[in-house]
Structures are given as C-alpha cells and as structure tokens.
C-alpha cells in the first residue's frame, strides 16, 4: 500500500510503498478514507516533537474495517470507525479512573502497537506508525480500542476531525475547563483546534468569546464559530486588549491552542483572579514559559494541561457525532480543503501560510 513517510525532520514527505502485515491479536486493518491535516503532524516534520524515523505520521483519521485480528469483537469488516491516537489499555490506573487519555501502556509502547511491535515495513525496515494511526497511508493495522464505531453513512471527513480537532477542541472547554454558562473566554490560537474550543465554549453558554490570532483571515473565520471579539495579536500586546474586553478583569478561562512559549505566557497573563489557563497546544521540546509565582499563588490562578480534550475516546467520540448530528457542533464548516495523499507536502505548506480551518485528505 502507499504512505507518506518521514525519513529526516525539515524534509519532504515521501510517497513510497510499503508493506502492511496482517491484525495480529485485538488488532483492527483499516482501509483510510480521511486524514485531517493537523499542526501535530508538523511539529514532527520540524523536529519540534520527536518520532523515531521513519514514520508515518497522520493521527486525525478514519476508514472502513477491512479485516480484524483474533479476539475482536467491537468491529467488523465493512464498519465505518474514527481512529483514536490514543487507543488504551483499559486496564492502567488511568484507564481504570477514567482518565483514558492517559493510558499507561499506550504512553510506554509510543512509537509501536501495544505488543512492542510494529505492522509497517519496507523489507527490514520498521516503520513507526503516529500514535498507533499513521493515517497519511491508503491503509493501517491499529488496535480494537482505537477503533470508535461510526452510525452508518457518517461522512468519513468529519469522522476524522472528530479523531483530533474536534474531540481535542470541544473537550478542553467542555471536559477539562467544565466552562459555565455566562463566563468569558479567551482563545489563543484559531486553527483547526482553536475553532473548536470556540465552539465548545459557545455551546456550554459562555457570554464572550475572544478570538486570538495573528491572521486576520482565521479571526474572521472564528466569528463564524462562536467569537464575538476578535484581537490581531499580531499588531499591539493581545494581553491588553484581552483585559480592555473583560472590563479590565480579564478572561475567566483562556486557552493556548498554538504550542510556544509566547502563547503560553499571553494566556497565562489574560486570566482573572480565580480564573483558568488550560494548555492545550505542546511547545517544541526545548522550551520553557516563565511564569511569576507569586501572581499563581496571590491570585489563585490555576494552570492546567489539557491532552485530546481530556477526553475519554470512546465514549466522548460517540458524543461529538451526537453533537454533529443534532447540529449544535458545526463540522462541514470546519472542512476548507480536500487534497490528495500525494499533494501532503503542499497541505503542510498551506498550514503555515493562508490557510483556514481544516484541510482533510481525502483521496489515497
Ligand atoms: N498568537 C496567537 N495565535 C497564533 C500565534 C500567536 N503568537 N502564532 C500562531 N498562532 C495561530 C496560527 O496563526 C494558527 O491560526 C493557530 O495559532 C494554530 O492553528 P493550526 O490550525 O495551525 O494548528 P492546529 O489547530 O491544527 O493545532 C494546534 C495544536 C495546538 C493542537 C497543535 O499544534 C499541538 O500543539 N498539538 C499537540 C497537542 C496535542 O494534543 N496533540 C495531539 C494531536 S493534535
Ligand atoms: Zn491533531
């Protein structure tokens, strides 16, 4: 099957054949019909976050069972299913209290399934799949609990931003920040993730919703998704005009969606007194954001990090296509893009220049 493959950081994908090898135990061979073109990915690309090379990266995905390994019982070939890049154990401490997002035994066999090994290769070769998914391929063998059951016809696009963006988005403001209705919010960073935040915190009632970007084309597309103030971060301290907006208070709740420490430190500093700071992006490796301690403590401020929306993939995932499908969640919006497996290099360049929302691949 093909794939596109990352051999060196700051190079181009490459598109290759590579072979897959069968489901082994509770393992699930998916025929991909979407992948989402996420900033993730990208970070990989640059070097920012690290993956044993090679790789196939692509983490926002779905498809169609094709065949399943021994003890499967959850799919069936011919079902429709959203990949999770955090498939679990289910039965890790964090497993066991809910809190599958940060499964143990997915953390500790990153880079391979859950046995230590991995499906993809070229002759000898092994190929690392992102997250158990590597979606940037025409097919791939994940585990049964990375599988999340779809209705029948769920158009396989949205079901692949429900695997990151939306799940990652929605979740923060309604399972990690647990927004109340009426507060403010200030969101720092409008991209695939940001807009989803947007619209998870319009859907639990919050009164305002600052949009934080530096391009004036994704502050106008947050409007359409629930913003009802916009700052150019780009022009003047956004730290300021977040506070002009809240009365001088600042944002109940603020959200860094972009992953530097630049970003980290505006949100930090445009949060009321009591209020909180959920991280949602992940800053290169290297870095660090200096945050003064005694305005943590003086001001009861609270910093939280916030991985896949914390939610939990298999029971949240069925919520977002609950939301989807009752239209309180817009996610055609979100779609401005389709391009093929072999345009991926050009997608990630249009990620970093004028693209807004969500491009998706949707021929392999
Ligand atoms: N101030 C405000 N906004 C900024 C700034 C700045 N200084 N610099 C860049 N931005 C904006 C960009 O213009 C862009 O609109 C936005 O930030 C980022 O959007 P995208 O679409 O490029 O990125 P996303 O939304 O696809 O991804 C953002 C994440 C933060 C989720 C991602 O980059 C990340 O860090 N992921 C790791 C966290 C995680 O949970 N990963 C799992 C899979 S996503
Ligand atoms: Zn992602």
Do not use: W
């Not at 919520?319 to 050009?346: A, C, F, H, P, W």
């Amino acid at each position: 099957m093909k794939a596109a493959i990352l051999y060196e950081t700051n190079q181009p994908l490459v598109i290759e054949e590579v072979e897959l090898d069968p489901p082994k135990k509770g393992e699930v061979h998916v025929k991909i019909g979407a992948a989402g073109v996420c900033r993730s990915d990208l970070h990989f690309m640059h070097g920012d976050a690290i993956i044993q090379t090679p790789a196939i990266l692509g983490h926002e995905g779905a498809g169609t069972v094709l065949d399943v390994g021994e003890g499967v019982t959850s799919v069936k070939p011919g079902d429709d299913v959203i990949l999770s890049f955090v498939p679990n154990c289910g039965r890790c401490p964090y497993c066991l209290t809910g809190r599958a997002n940060l499964c143990d035994l997915h953390g500790a066999t990153s880079g391979t399934l859950f046995d230590g090994t991995n499906r993809l290769h070229i002759g000898d070769q092994y190929i690392t799949p992102m997250g158990k998914v590597g979606c940037f391929a025409q097919e791939a063998v994940v585990p049964e609990t990375g599988c999340i059951l779809l209705p029948k016809g769920f158009p396989l696009p949205q079901a692949a931003l429900i695997g990151c963006s939306v799940t990652t988005g929605v979740g923060a403001a309604m399972y990690n920040a647990e927004i109340t209705p009426g507060s403010t919010v200030a969101v720092f960073g409008v991209g695939g993730v940001g807009l989803n935040v947007i619209q998870g915190a319009r859907l639990l009632g919050a009164s305002k919703i600052i949009a934080v970007d530096i391009h004036q084309s994704k502050l106008e597309f947050a409007s359409k998704f629930g913003a009802t103030n916009t700052v150019d971060a780009s022009s003047g301290d956004p730290v300021a005009k977040v506070k002009e907006l809240t009365d001088g208070l600042g944002a109940d709740y603020t959200f860094e969606v972009f992953g530097s420490s630049e970003t980290v430190l505006n949100a930090y500093h445009s949060v009321k007194k009591g209020g909180q700071v959920i991280i949602v992006g992940i800053a290169p490796v290297t870095a660090t954001a200096a945050i003064d301690p005694v305005s943590l403590v003086r001001f009861e401020r609270t910093v939280k990090g916030c991985y896949y929306g914390s939610a939990r993939p298999n029971i949240d995932m069925p919520t977002m296509v609950t939301l989807y499908k009752s239209g309180q969640i817009d996610i055609d919006g979100l779609i401005t893009r389709e391009y093929s497996l072999d345009e991926i290099n050009q997608a990630y360049k249009d990620i970093d220049t004028t693209e807004i929302g969500r491009g998706v691949i949707t021929k392999f």
